[in-house]
């Protein structure tokens, strides 16, 4: 997730981007970058860090004109460097993108056969080039966006400008969001990926649709299909949010936004990780081959807090599936026990932020002992990614709020596409199965979106409940971890005592704090363990627990049993987890939002834990 700003008019472009800039600065924070033309060639300037570093650049250097676009980067692919940040250019065609070019491998090596030198690691560059190699075979400059766009797979938003068409500017849309707009002169143009760097100068928006693009020039703004260069007619939307709202997309806290971002996050964690045919992963990026994951003997999964719950969900994936041995350590225990690390073990670090001190000191001891890393991380160039051999990105985007959901879920995603690739490669699961587990991956967004449909169910549960001291919350299985993490966001933002156990330890001990003033929250899905969880029930029902029911099951014992049931549309055994998760986070909002508590920066709490 980057933030993208553009401008065309009378003004002085490069004060209006920079003052979008700052509005999207929560899309991304490596990089940034602006050009624009001046005395008739484009100009560029870019820095890494915080947008306030190309302040500086850009208070030295004076510069100034129109059209101009900008970009604030959450780094994808290739690490937060100069040379990677956007815009980038490419015989004059210059490119700032937010998204993901899925077949980018395949068009740099076509572009570098046919003579193409490229400047960075990233895959936008390669959108330059595509144009450039229209705009060389004769095409004119929107002609040549549409045919470049056409050969790429993926997401994208785009700004878009051509040093010979300096009264030109081009935005493309196709699964990343984009809005344009027209000011109050004529002749003015604004675009960019969200709504609030457009609120001080229009109140009037377009939302571009996939596959379409707005070309924006003196003679007017005209919307057209990517395709096949057909003109739509758009709708006008009136924008009445004020500034700070806006920022959060018109949610009430960063929090409650990033709940409802995640099949989106889930979907782009997936996104070139699937092969053409959908019947199998594709983890290439990594670094480690079929041959490795052959040789891997055991694996040991390093994390904390909710990283840790998503290490203890992959545990059961990786043995399931790939059939390999899997520890799970606490990373802040991990060095202080001299752990074994024998040959042919690899070491998995999961955190969001790529800087937990803890998961960072345990890597460095794994590493130490002879073995392999391979870390999830959400932050391109952090410092655990680069201690590790091999990396996979959740692609999750910026995540504001300190309690953590949409890292939560991408983590989830790249776990499962590990035990799936592992599995492949080791003969664990046939081909069909595979192909049939990589299919699920695919619908997993639409569930998520439907879970999302809760959100009002689970108002009112919190309405109920938030004046409870003690939640229990029970689960079985690869949902377990689940309730544990359940447990933690409740605890986290609500500063509600609430614990996770497993649904068959509760009656040695946790059953002895079960009365009618504890809810109890209980994770029952359709699956081998439904009985034992309503034989779980039966027993809290019996000491006047107060039972909140998380189901797929029309069964008449659990309705008659709980005091209340939440139906939850089930993507298979498999994949519960994600789907489950997602109500217990809304469960946790609401209730923190009826105490009056801080949602986004809960107290005593930080983002990311850099020190031990």
């Not at 008739?40 to 059209?67: D, Y």
């Not at 936008?124 to 595509?130: Q, R």
């Not at 079960?514 to 899905?525: F, G, Q, R, S, T």
């Not at 105490?595 to 983002?607: F, I, Y």
């Amino acid at each position: 997730m980057c933030g993208i700003v553009g401008y065309m008019g009378p003004q002085d472009g490069v004060p209006v981007v920079m003052d979008g800039l700052q509005k999207l600065e929560y899309r991304g924070y490596d990089s940034a970058g602006v050009a624009t033309f001046q005395d008739g060639r484009i100009t560029i300037n870019r820095s890494v860090g915080k947008l306030r570093e190309l302040e500086k650049k850009l208070f030295a250097s004076e510069l100034s004109g129109s059209p101009a676009i900008g970009h604030t980067r959450w780094a994808t692919h290739g690490r937060p460097t100069e040379p990677n940040a956007h815009p980038h250019v490419y015989e004059g065609v210059v490119v700032v993108h937010n998204g993901i070019v899925e077949n980018y491998i395949a068009l740099r090596e076509e572009l570098a056969a046919a003579g193409h030198r490229f400047s960075s690691e990233t895959d936008t560059e390669i959108i330059s080039h595509l144009i450039a190699r229209e705009l060389a075979r004769g095409l004119d400059f929107c002609q040549a966006v549409r045919a470049a766009l056409n050969q790429v797979r993926g997401a994208f938003a785009l700004g878009i400008m051509y040093e010979q068409e300096p009264e030109m500017l081009i935005a493309a849309r196709k699964g990343s969001p984009l809005v344009v707009a027209h000011g109050s002169q004529q002749g003015e143009y604004y675009i960019a990926s969200d709504i609030p760097a457009l609120l001080a100068y229009s109140r009037e928006v377009i939302f571009l649709d996939d596959d379409e693009m707005a070309v924006c020039s003196p003679a007017g703004m005209t919307i057209m299909t990517v395709a096949d260069g057909r003109e739509q007619q758009k709708e006008v939307h009136q924008i009445a949010w004020d500034p700070i709202m806006a920022e959060k997309g018109g949610y009430k806290h960063f929090m409650l936004k990033e709940i409802f971002e995640q099949p989106q996050a889930v979907s782009n964690t997936l996104l070139g990780r699937i092969s053409e045919d959908r019947r199998k992963t594709d983890l290439q990026e990594t670094g480690f081959t079929p041959a490795d994951w052959r040789a891997v003997k055991k694996i040991m999964i390093l994390a904390c807090g909710t990283s840790w719950h998503a290490g203890l969900v992959g545990k059961f994936w990786l043995e399931r599936l790939a059939r390999i041995p899997t520890e799970i350590d606490i990373a802040s225990e991990f060095r202080y026990r001299d752990p074994l690390v024998e040959e042919g073990t690899l070491l998995i670090g999961i955190s969001q932020s790529g800087e937990t001190a803890d998961t960072l000191a345990a890597l460095r001891e794994g590493k130490d002992k002879g073995a392999k890393i391979l870390s999830i991380c959400n932050v391109m160039g952090s410092s655990i990614s680069r201690q590790s051999d091999g990396v996979m990105y959740t692609y999750a985007g910026p995540e504001i709020g300190v309690a953590s959901t949409k890292a939560f879920t991408t983590q989830l995603a790249c776990l499962m596409l590990l035990a799936l690739d592992m599995a492949a490669a080791r003969k664990t699961m046939d081909d069909e199965e595979i192909a049939e587990n990589v299919e699920a991956l695919l619908k997993l967004p639409a569930l998520l979106e439907k879970s999302l449909i809760l959100a009002p169910r689970l108002e009112q549960i919190a309405r109920t409940y938030h004046h409870a001291s003690d939640y229990l919350f029970l689960a079985r299985g690869l949902n377990y971890p689940i309730a544990l993490e359940g447990a933690l966001k409740l605890k986290e933002i609500s500063y509600i005592h609430a614990e996770g156990y497993p649904a068959g330890e509760m009656k040695h001990g946790p059953i002895a704090l079960i009365d009618e003033n504890m809810p109890v929250v209980i994770l029952a899905p359709h699956d081998h363990h439904y009985e034992k969880v309503v034989s779980n029930l039966q027993e809290v029902v019996a000491r006047d627990g107060r039972v909140i029911a998380f189901t797929a099951s029309t069964d008449k014992r659990l309705a008659d049993l709980s005091h209340e049931v939440v139906k939850i549309e089930e993507p298979g055994e498999i994949l519960n987890p994600l789907v489950y998760v997602i109500p217990l986070q809304l469960l946790a909002y609401y209730t923190a939002v009826f105490k009056g508590t801080d949602v986004d920066q809960p107290r005593n709490l930080a983002k990311s834990v850099t020190v031990e």
